[in-house]
């Protein structure tokens, strides 16, 4: 069998032979029946449990338009326009509006990227800027103890707009809906706080009502989050739908249909091979990681899983690395994990768990030497990295192919 999987913005070949029983795990693509500007139109008309945005805004107030960075694949490009139509039409001042990228802990973005991200003539024409973890006001605690601290022009806005799109979360369920506001425009001990829960009973990719899921949407209420507007991509990232309205009941008819189109059962096999599903998805190991906790339902226990992702940027996170540095290995990781939660050093207790479970291989623009610490055997090529565990686990080992690991979601049966 011979495969191409996405990696950076190109793909990778794979020859599988042919004694190998082999599963490829595709989405159910949701057929494109009209063009986008016409389905994010129809979800602004039709919101759901909400009112329209033309009558929940009023002339003079402060609109605060919450975007992605530039690791996910949104096409805010194309989101924002009829958005900024709405609110125009109802007699909101584009000086009143700001639009603001949901780093979280990501690094700063540069001119260019914020440009590339909104569109040049939006960028012109509107305030557009980063969030930033130190100028954060405190609005509250959810029942949880996560304290609500929330980007100031954030906080002093009276309407909030969250976008973004909608997909499998490793810990929070789902990606989209209230997300942007936590971590997307939170401070570092907010995000913090609401990430230790991904330790805890029901966490997991594909469940709405997560621990995680159900703090961050609580600190969306406190915060008063107004309206979403998100939208769900093929595996071309192109738009097949959308939805608008309430930051929760809007969400969940979005992640309704992304369960139609990536949640699939399979029989664990003894290799998976899994892509990220290449550029910006792959773009660190950081955020390439999801594909291994998506996919790991889809091995049997002491199976291999080979990650195909560049790594463009390396791994990602200085945290990460740091524990990576200070750690002796993944069981040292797992230890000073479950002694307190630090985010970027949970990365690599997470996938040092993997380790421990399964045999992980990577193929990346990572060396050599970054891979083996990062818990993974480094492979040259994708093909090498098959062969080597073909000849572990045997001519007639199984494989599933998933070449969309980022949004996939692989279930056991």
């Not at 006001?137 to 806005?157: I, W």
């Not at 998506?294 to 740091?322: F, M, N, T, W």
């Not at 070449?403 to 692989?410: A, H, I, K, R």
Request: net charge negative.
């Amino acid at each position: 069998m011979e495969l191409e999987l996405p990696f950076g913005n190109t793909t990778v070949s794979l020859t599988i032979p042919e004694t190998h029983p082999v599963e490829t795990i595709i989405p159910n693509e949701t057929p494109i029946t009209s063009d986008p500007e016409s389905i994010i139109q129809k979800a602004l008309q039709n919101p759901i449990g909400r009112e329209r945005l033309s009558e929940i805004v009023q002339p003079g107030d402060k609109v605060s338009i919450i975007v992605s960075d530039t690791t996910r694949p949104v096409p805010t490009t194309l989101m924002l326009p009829p958005l900024l139509n709405k609110l125009l039409a109802s007699n909101v001042e584009k000086e009143d509006i700001t639009i603001i990228f949901a780093l979280g802990i990501h690094r700063h973005h540069t001119e260019e990227e914020k440009q590339n991200i909104v569109g040049r003539d939006i960028y012109q024409e509107y305030q557009c800027i980063d969030h930033n973890t130190e100028q954060c006001n405190h609005l509250g605690t959810t029942s949880q103890g996560t304290p609500v601290e929330v980007f100031e022009p954030v906080a002093r806005s009276d309407i909030v707009i969250c976008t973004g799109n909608i997909e499998h979360h490793y810990f929070a369920g789902y990606t989209g809906g209230l997300k942007a506001v936590l971590p997307g425009v939170s401070s570092r001990r907010s995000i913090e706080t609401n990430h230790a829960r991904m330790i805890e009973q029901g966490t997991g990719p594909g469940n709405p009502d997560c621990p995680v899921r159900a703090d961050l949407e609580e600190a969306g209420k406190i915060i008063g989050v107004d309206f979403i507007l998100n939208v769900i991509l093929n595996t071309s990232k192109q738009i097949v739908g959308a939805v608008a309205g309430h930051p929760i009941k809007a969400h969940r008819a979005g992640a309704a249909m992304v369960d139609a189109m990536y949640k699939q059962e399979v029989e664990p096999a003894d290799i998976v091979v899994v892509s990220q599903g290449g550029w910006p998805k792959d773009i660190n190991l950081f955020q390439s990681h999801k594909a291994l906790e998506h996919v790991k339902a889809a091995v049997r226990p002491g199976g291999a899983i080979i990650l195909l992702a560049q790594c463009s940027e390396g791994l990602g996170d200085k945290a990460y690395e740091h524990w990576l540095d200070i750690t002796s290995g993944p069981q040292d990781a797992i230890r000073r994990l479950n002694h307190g939660f630090i985010q970027g050093g949970h990365k690599a207790a997470l996938i040092g768990k993997l380790a421990g479970e399964f045999e992980l291989y990577l193929v990346s623009g990572l060396s050599a030497d970054v891979a083996k610490k990062a818990y993974f055997n480094p492979a040259s090529s994708l093909q090498n990295a098959f062969d080597d565990a073909a000849v572990k686990y045997g001519p007639d080992a199984r494989v599933v192919v998933v070449p969309y690991g980022g949004s996939t979601l692989v279930v056991g049966n």
